[in-house]
């Protein structure tokens, strides 16, 4: 791939990337959330069209412009959501819309035989006529894989799989690959685990905020290295200083808590006035304990003491009613009624306030917005703007705006700046800033490390919903966040 | 750069006020159509009897209407509302002699509340959507209808023609009929209460989009609760004024009022996908109806051409009603 660059509105993807791949070899790929490694296999598995750049492949120049088009020429992308149909066998899915016969009959015996035989390419033994349903996430990567090799691929592409995988689980995935690999087929590899690509990859890439910063043999290479590429950058000055605002006293702490499957005995302590970090990678829970917190999910074990006194969020509505808020990471489905005005989105979280024996009164709404377009300024001709009309950041401003609205104590700042480009960015932090200035505690998820850094007065981290480590902030490197949140 | 964008949101804003406009005088223009062909076709159209004949054929409908307009805002169904017509029809004859008229009002109503809380219930147990709020009130509507039928035995009622009960039928308010009364009375405390409550701004946010509303502290299965025990109340009120206009109560007048219900609501311009839409809006698709049937009456078409007509203007409205919702779509 040369010079590929991708932009989204507001956002460079990617940035003249290249990136060479071997045939034969295992190509790990590695970056960041955000840094535009998916963004960069979309466009190698023709999901989406590059702006500029070329693609060769065996030496020829190709263009795809759909999945479909990839696909004949060899190259199949497999997601980290499995995109196989349940409830059809595992034959079926394999030949999904292409199955072996005549016009009006299917040549089951044809089709069941030829998926035998990617399977077993694939290393596995699967009845081609299991339900998918019954498999294991292993088995039904593997038949992915075997439904890949039937579109003839030389070069398969692999987003995150051992994401959904356990132990032995990710054995089986690495006989897999080996495999493949034996068959002459190229494999590109994405993960955040380090000690996956030692075990696996020949050669890797190091993306970074949509540019490569270079492809390494493995064998060559220091797990140190690898974390400075991955999280490159100083702390620029695109971060205000922040000023050093005095805490207060405990205003809420989480005990022990635990909720199946995703969080263990996550404790933790936020004061007045305070940025609290919380930093992992995907998966590690960090918008779990915000819904816990939020009453928006159920927590199985565990407690939670605010103001000095053990609480009960059933739901949100009690803990909009204590003080507490979450501006979630999905502003558009979650955070906002988009295709509302933009002062009927203001006031939705606390209505009472603006109301009088249950009706709205009018006038009152119309200044509480006007106050806070002002007080965060929102750029917007008026306050009867739809919200689908404004910017990424204003958006974002909005939803902080009706949690303050609310009166919230504390709010949970989930993925705050994503997705939001530079100048908006700088406005948030400033909002945010302004925040603990007057007295109300901020617990911040970011998966921007810089970001977490240059904000936060503390900063916990995450790892398989445990908590690995805190970290002061003045203190705190990209690094250091990385190390606890990979072990 | 800033007052670029600002500017082309301004005319962006501009030009989706006025297409929304335009969109919802669609109905009012069929209306007016409909009334100036209606005048044309028969002198007797316009005449004051006709016009109030009209009405008090519509005020049942209107009234079930203007409840599923709460329920179709919150974006969610109801079925049931024909199963509960017959039922409430039936009902209220049948308790007459255990507790009077206006024992059995109340009685009738404090049915209809409970149909309404197991509706809203039972979504709120299996967390329904859309279009398991179809399928639910599909199957309680057909209950409903089946307990009508049970309990006459399929047979219709005589009730007994005291003042009241011939009131809501037959009886008038300053010259008005009683059902035209009893419709704008409702009409105009629904219309209110959607408009200037902040009862009524939950069931938009709730409508509009579930999740968002949830996190912002509103109790959307205590509030589209509400709007099915508040449809339910109307339409048993609708049942009393059937069995009053026809001074018996049949088991099976609620049969096919759930389309018309629908239909009205969707000809009016209520957006089924929720969040949007009021009272006057469907009062109008009421109306259209309503004058649809006059007209034809006046014409001496037959029944099957009325389906047809009523089935087009159905598929109209909702293509009218998608193409509006797309424009958004394409804005966000």
Redesign the interface.
């Known amino acids: 791939m040369k010079r590929i660059s991708k932009s989204f509105p507001g956002v460079k993807a990617l940035n003249e990337i290249e990136l060479e791949v071997r045939k034969g070899e295992v190509h790990g790929l590695l970056g960041a959330n955000g840094a535009g490694k998916s963004t960069l296999m979309k466009v190698l598995s023709g999901v989406i069209q590059p702006d500029e750049g070329e693609i060769y492949f065996k030496d020829e120049k190709v263009e795809f412009s759909s999945p479909l088009d990839a696909q004949q020429k060899g190259i199949v992308i497999i997601h980290q959501e499995l995109s196989l149909v349940p409830m059809l066998s595992v034959a079926e899915n394999i030949f999904l819309g292409r199955l072996y016969g005549s016009k009006y009959n299917v040549d089951w015996k044809e089709v069941h035989e030829k998926a035998k035989y990617y399977l077993k390419q694939v290393g596995t033994e699967i009845n081609p006529a299991t339900i998918v349903r019954d498999l294991s996430v292993a088995q039904m990567q593997q038949v992915e894989i075997a439904k890949a090799l039937s579109f003839n691929a030389d070069l398969i592409i692999m987003d995150e799989p051992s994401a959904v995988l356990s132990g032995s689980e990710l054995k089986q995935l690495f006989e897999t690959i080996e495999t493949l690999v034996e068959q002459g087929v190229t494999v590109i590899y994405i993960s955040h685990r380090l000690e996956e690509i030692d075990r696996i990859c020949n050669r890797i890439t190091i993306m970074r905020d949509g540019e490569a910063v270079g492809t390494r043999v493995v064998k060559e290479t220091s797990r140190e290295e690898i974390i400075k590429g991955i999280v490159g950058r100083d702390i620029e000055e695109e971060y205000p200083t922040m000023e050093t605002i005095e805490l207060g006293e405990e205003i809420l702490a989480v005990k022990n808590l635990t909720q199946k499957g995703k969080l263990r005995d996550v404790s933790f302590q936020l004061k007045k006035g305070e940025i609290l970090g919380i930093a992992g990678l995907v998966g590690a829970g960090r918008t779990e304990i915000a819904r816990c917190i939020f009453g928006a999910d159920k927590f199985d074990e565990g407690e939670l003491v605010y103001k000095g006194k053990k609480i009960k969020v059933s739901n949100p509505r009690k803990a909009i009613e204590l003080g507490i808020a979450l501006v979630p990471e999905d502003r558009k489905e979650h955070g906002l009624i988009t295709k509302f005005s933009l002062n009927r989105n203001f006031t939705m979280a606390a209505l009472k306030k603006i109301s009088k024996l249950g009706f709205v009164r009018w006038f009152k709404e119309n200044e509480a917005s006007k106050e806070l377009v002002q007080k965060l300024s929102i750029k917007t001709p008026s306050i009867h703007q739809l919200a689908v009309n404004l910017s990424g950041g204003n958006q974002q401003k909005v939803v902080v705006a009706k949690y303050l609205f609310s009166d919230a104590d504390i709010l949970i700042l989930d993925e705050p700046t994503r997705g939001v480009d530079v100048g908006a960015r700088r406005e948030i932090y400033t909002v945010i800033q302004d925040l603990v200035k007057n007295g109300k505690s901020v617990l911040l998820i970011s998966s921007d490390w810089a970001e977490l850094i240059a904000l936060s007065d503390r900063i916990v981290v995450l790892h398989e919903g445990k908590v690995k480590g805190e970290l002061s902030g003045s203190e705190a490197s990209p690094e250091m966040i990385l190390q606890k949140a990979l072990v | 750069m800033?007052t670029v964008?600002?500017k082309r949101?301004?005319t962006?804003?501009k030009r989706?006020k006025s297409k929304v406009d335009l969109a919802d005088l669609g109905p009012v223009l069929a209306l007016l159509i409909l009334i100036i062909i209606g005048s044309i076709l028969s002198p007797v159209f316009l005449t004051k009897g006709n016009l109030l004949n009209i009405l008090t054929q519509i005020s049942v409908l209107g009234l079930g209407a203007i409840g599923m307009t709460y329920v179709v805002i919150g974006r969610f169904f109801d079925l049931s509302v024909a199963g509960m017509l017959s039922l409430s029809a039936v009902l209220i004859v049948g308790f007459q002699p255990f507790l009077g008229t206006i024992g059995a009002i109340f009685a009738v109503i404090l049915v209809a509340l409970v149909v309404g809380l197991i509706n809203g219930s039972i979504l709120r147990f299996i967390k329904g959507d859309f279009g398991a709020s179809i399928m639910i009130t599909f199957g309680t509507g057909t209950i409903l209808a089946s307990l009508a039928l049970l309990y006459t035995g399929g047979f219709t009622l005589n009730p007994e023609r005291d003042t009241v009960f011939t009131w809501f039928g037959n009886g008038s308010f300053l010259g008005i009929p009683a059902p035209i009364v009893t419709l704008i009375f409702f009409s105009i405390i629904l219309h209110v209460v959607l408009k200037?409550?902040?009862?009524?701004?939950?069931i938009?946010?709730t409508g509009?989009?579930h999740?968002?509303?949830?996190?912002?502290?509103?109790?959307i299965h205590r509030i589209r609760t509400i709007t099915f025990m508040i449809v339910a109340v109307l339409v048993s009120i609708g049942g009393l004024i059937r069995s009053s206009q026809t001074l018996n109560a049949s088991p099976v007048v609620g049969v096919g009022f759930e389309l018309d219900v629908i239909a009205a609501v969707a000809i009016g311009g209520t957006s089924l996908a929720g969040?949007?839409g009021n009272i006057s809006r469907t009062l109008v698709g009421v109306l259209i109806i309503g004058v649809l049937n006059n007209v034809f009456v006046l014409m001496g078409l037959s029944n099957y051409d009325q389906m047809m007509a009523k089935g087009l203007i159905i598929v109209a409205a909702l293509l009218l009603d998608r193409r509006k919702e797309l424009k958004?779509v394409r804005?966000?």
């Open positions: 800033e964008t600002e949101n301004e962006q804003l989706m200037y409550t902040t009862f009524g701004r939950a938009y946010l509009a989009n999740e968002a509303a949830r996190l912002s502290g509103i109790p969040g949007a958004l804005k966000g």
